[in-house]
């Protein structure tokens, strides 16, 4: 009688584990990608992977910060389940790991929603001799930083469309390292112009930082609900993604828990987001790459 109730207990914790998802046995890793430090991506993310971790009963998520340097390997060793980092770094992870969007953030800027973004090209208003990005040819220049993709990329590839090219036709180009430093840096005179991703501007004309009257706009665009001043397309914002191996099924339940997620919920404000869409197509942002031949399409890769 004993070895039958063994032999019981052991065929019914068999079917148990059986019906339980190959990824409940060990905790979900989604890797952030941690451009302000560990600790701020785990203040702005654990919450999230609470709220997934409850949604998603039978399955826990961790976070797991990620230098820029550590994506790469991560996504490639399977080291995380999901990641989420800048759609420009998304793409060269799609092409060289085969990595899958599963949802786009819809962010929070200025206490307006939206899930796209753009780059934002700018000059002093005294600047009578710029006027548009023909007018560049010349002159000094500041960006953000050369991998930066609403930071330079996007402005770079306007810049190029208009016949200018900045390492060659730019009297200097330089890259400021922040946002903010190129804004004051055009506001002083240090440049002739610059180039930040869009709501940088309206931040730091809501803080005192600097004032809208100080600066031109050039190629100006106005995108249909887009509640920002832009010179270039939008693309899309930052993907959470699955690395090739993560199971769709887990994939499509985990996305399924994000469009629900609200933006009074605590996940949401820790993260200072409005919430999750689907994940827009990204097919722009490597078409960018391509033509610039940055990224995943930079030489070497």
Not at 176 to 181: F, R, S
Not at 257 to 280: E, F, I, N, R, Y
């Amino acid at each position: 009688m004993k070895k039958c109730r063994l032999l019981f207990g052991a065929l019914a914790m068999g079917m148990l584990l059986t019906a339980m998802p190959l990824w409940a046995a060990a905790p979900v890793k989604i890797g952030v990608l941690a451009n302000n430090g560990p600790t701020k991506a785990l203040a702005d993310w654990k919450a999230t992977a609470d709220f997934l971790t409850e949604a998603l009963a039978d399955t826990s998520f961790e976070i797991v910060p990620l230098e820029f340097a550590a994506v790469n390997e991560a996504v490639a060793s399977g080291t995380v389940d999901f990641f989420l980092i800048n759609s420009s770094m998304f793409i060269e992870t799609k092409v060289r790991f085969g990595s899958v969007p599963v949802a786009t953030m819809v962010n929070s800027r200025q206490g307006k929603a939206t899930n796209a973004f753009g780059g934002l090209i700018v000059t002093s208003v005294d600047r009578s001799d710029i006027h548009s990005l023909a007018d560049l040819k010349g002159k000094t220049f500041m960006a953000v930083d050369e991998a930066s993709f609403g930071g330079w990329q996007m402005a770079y590839k306007e810049i190029l469309d208009a016949g200018v090219d900045p390492y060659q036709d730019f009297a200097k180009l330089e890259f400021g390292g922040k946002h903010e430093n190129v804004l004051l840096a055009v506001q002083n005179g240090a440049v002739d112009a610059g180039t930040v991703r869009t709501d940088t501007l309206e931040r730091l004309v809501s803080t005192g930082t600097v004032f809208l009257d100080d600066f031109k706009v050039l190629n100006q665009l106005q995108p249909a609900d887009f509640p920002f001043l832009t010179s270039t397309p939008l693309y899309p914002e930052w993907p959470l993604a699955r690395v090739a191996a993560t199971p769709v099924e887990l994939a499509d339940r985990v996305q399924a828990a994000l469009l629900q997620l609200t933006a009074d919920h605590p996940a949401a404000m820790a993260a200072k987001v409005v919430g999750w869409s689907a994940p827009l197509d990204y097919a722009p942002v490597e078409a960018l790459q391509q033509t610039l031949k940055v990224g995943a399409y930079a030489p070497g890769n």
